[in-house]
Antibody
Framework: QVQLVQSGAEVKKPGASVKVSCKAS????????LHWVRQAPGQGLEWMGM????????TYAQNFQGRVTMTRDTSTNTVYMEVNSLRSEDTAVYYC?????????WGQGTLVTVSS | DIQMTQSPSSLSASIGDRVTITCRAS??????LAWYQQKPGKAPKLLLYAASRLDSGVPSRFSGSGSGTDYTLIISSLQPEDFATYYC?????????FGQGTRVEIK
């Protein structure tokens, strides 16, 4: 069965970086884009961007351009999402999700807390 | 960028009620619209795509319609497990965008 398993919760100080992983299984890794969506406490869903596992091509939302980097490792079927220069407003649950036109499978979410 | 606006932001309903949630895009999206259900502490779950197509395993009490810029999610007879927050999302072009969500609460 399709599974996306994310890394565990993180606590970071303002200005630091965080790297969240998402390991895919149960399907051919290179046939679906992987997306990242975040949700601040009590707020809605925000699409951050996506990566094509085949060539590593990425598309980022304007809000995250220059501060977020998405990468993949085809040897381990894992995608990574790194956020630099963290600020308190980046406190959120970060989800990876599989999809070409919609997001049909989601990871369990990773809580990133930014606090001094 | 395409903006998605849902209404209402919240509603109260009883078991068995018919519930309607609307979603408006800032420009035409050619039925490139999905609906998701999210329960507290859980990841969203895909309900419908292409505006009206049910994802596998989704009960038939959920339906979707619309065209152009205006879309609707209908729950024909609300069940206890349907109390959740619902989001629309356009995939017509990047950046993909979600509506702000509609919370369905128990009356």
């Amino acid at each position: 069965q399709v599974q996306l398993v994310q890394s565990g919760a993180e606590v970071k100080k303002p200005g630091a970086s965080v790297k969240v992983s998402c390991k895919a299984s149960g399907y051919t890794f290179t046939t679906y884009y992987l997306h990242w969506v975040r949700q601040a406490p009590g707020q809605g869903l925000e699409w951050m961007g996506m990566i094509n596992p085949t060539g590593g091509n990425t598309t980022y939302a304007q809000n995250f351009q220059g501060r977020v980097t998405m990468t993949r490792d085809t040897s381990t079927n894992t995608v990574y999402m790194e956020v630099n220069s963290l600020r308190s407003e980046d406190t959120a649950v970060y989800y990876c999700a599989r999809g070409i036109i919609t997001l049909d499978y989601w990871g369990q979410g990773t809580l990133v807390t930014v606090s001094s | 960028d395409i903006q998605m606006t849902q209404s209402p932001s919240s509603l109260s309903a009883s078991i068995g009620d018919r519930v309607t949630i609307t979603c408006r895009a800032s420009q035409g999206i050619s039925n490139s619209l999905a609906w998701y259900q999210q329960k507290p502490g859980k990841a969203p779950k895909l309900l419908l795509y292409a505006a009206s197509r049910l994802d596998s395993g989704v009960p038939s009490r959920f339906s979707g319609s619309g065209s152009g810029t205006d879309y609707t999610l209908i729950i024909s007879s609300l069940q206890p497990e349907d109390f959740a927050t619902y989001y629309c999302q356009q995939y017509y072009n990047t950046p993909w965008a979600f509506g702000q969500g509609t919370r369905v609460e128990i009356k």
